[in-house]
């Protein structure tokens, strides 16, 4: 079983829809979540950061983790063509050296048709 | 101001031969990391360098595999004896400082393909 799970999707949505995407874990050390984009032949890019449980919100996008239940969330509102992409859920403990190890899941790939 | 660049973009080689992947951090980065990311999948952990130094390589897959930041800014990965399984796109990043708060900024990657 993969520390991080994720699902590949696709995952196709009308504009202007609420896109929910979601990730599991097992690994009950991580503290620090991350949504990262990804676009066709691109590096990742962070779009999210939350540190332990509770919601975050920036613009559009809502992050909510649940340390609890090992699921964090990332949703998205009124949807627009140009957030096709694929959506990558990351997460790492603090190593003793202070380094930041992230440990994604598999990606789920989004697209939003006009 | 200039992101992290790596080269080539793509590179397409021959099973058994020797490949060099670059990285330039973004000016001023201390922390750079290596990940590789296989079709369909999410990047994985190769290698960590603060400063100069490889703090963690506990990612390299085998013995071909290693990496190298001896001004401690440019890394370069080397692959020996390349196989088909290592075909992937190789990713780095590079941060500020270590730790959590220190945001990762990604490569473009490269695009390795092993005939």
């Known amino acids: 079983q993969k520390e991080v799970e994720q699902d590949p999707g696709p995952l196709s949505v009308p504009e202007g829809a609420i896109v929910s995407l979601n990730c599991t874990y097992s690994?009950?050390?991580?503290?620090?979540f991350m949504w990262y984009r990804q676009y066709s032949r691109k590096g990742p890019e962070l779009l999210m950061y939350?540190?332990?449980?509770g919601n975050k919100e920036d613009g559009r996008f809502t992050a909510q983790v649940d340390k609890s239940s090992k699921y964090i969330s990332l949703f998205i509102r009124d949807s627009q063509p140009s957030d096709s992409a694929t959506y990558l859920c990351?997460?790492?403990?603090?190593?003793?050296?202070?380094?930041?190890?992230?440990?994604f899941g598999a990606g789920t790939r989004l697209a939003v048709h006009p | 101001g200039a992101g992290v660049s790596q080269t080539p973009s793509n590179k397409v080689t021959e099973k058994g031969k020797y490949v060099e992947l670059r990285c330039d951090p973004i000016?001023?980065?201390?922390?750079l990391y290596w990940y590789r990311q296989s079709l369909g999948q999410g990047p994985e952990f190769l290698i960590y360098?603060?400063?100069?130094?490889?703090?963690?390589d506990s990612g390299l897959p085998n013995d071909r595999f290693f990496a190298v930041r001896p001004e401690g800014s440019v890394s370069t990965l080397k692959i020996q004896r390349t196989e088909r399984g290592d075909s992937a796109v190789y990713l780095c990043?590079?941060?500020?400082?270590?730790?959590?708060?220190?945001?990762?900024?990604f490569g473009p990657g490269t695009r390795l393909t092993v005939l």
């Open positions: 990351a997460m790492s403990t603090l190593f003793s050296g202070g380094y930041n190890k992230l440990i």
């Open positions: 939350t540190y332990s449980s």
């Open positions: 990043a590079s941060s500020l400082n270590a730790g959590a708060n220190n945001e990762q900024f």
């Open positions: 690994n009950s050390a991580f503290q620090y």
């Open positions: 360098f603060q400063g100069t130094g490889a703090a963690d």
């Open positions: 000016s001023g980065h201390t922390a």
